[in-house]
């Protein structure tokens, strides 16, 4: 056994629980706590095509949570919600980022078009999207801008990855809202946030790092509660 598997055996055994045991949440309640719909946002990120399912990063695991969030998407909009913020990818074709991660979700292309589920909602048109350049939602964009022209007492962040986007968006979030002093929620359905998986073996044959999904999903859920974020399992009716 690795000196790392050994010293954190018992920590991922009580990760295992956590999650099995994270507690579940209602948008009703959420919006009774937040003091009205007005207050409530939905932050999806990087809900794209080439994320989802063309592409040099696409992920059928992340796949998997596009029909979970085109439902909270639906659910929300039916409980009065009317602000859904979508940072998304949206890379200039030499971007920097493509010395760490394969070209992907170049600006213009398929892969940068948010997923056709989320596309078909009737209230598509009322999305504000962020084109972003890098992992972070608020580098170089209008996010801080638009927070400032947006009523956010609780922010639902869903998407990918766990531990590199959506942690990023999730993050920002929370600690601009502590610096300004602003007790603002922050609230992650697990069954909206996924991340990819690429094994030891996989990655060396591609010259790639690799990332075992099921433990940076957990570690990442784990690390935003760490930080005051509320994990939960599902944000149902
Ligand atoms: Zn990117």
Redesign the pocket.
Known sequence: MTKIARSSGPFLEWLDRWMADLPDETMSGLVKQTGGASRVAVFCVDLTVGFCSEGALSSPRVEGIVEPIARLFRLAHSSGVRQFILPQ?S?PADSP?FGA?PP??VAGSAEADTVPQLEALPFASTFVRIPKQS?SPAAGTDLEETLDSLLVDTAICVGDCTDICLYQMAMFLKTRATAEGRPVRVVVPADCAQTYDMGVDDAAKVGALPHPGDLMHGVFLYHMALNGISVVRTIDA
């Open positions: 990818d890379h980022e991660f992907h979700c992992v």
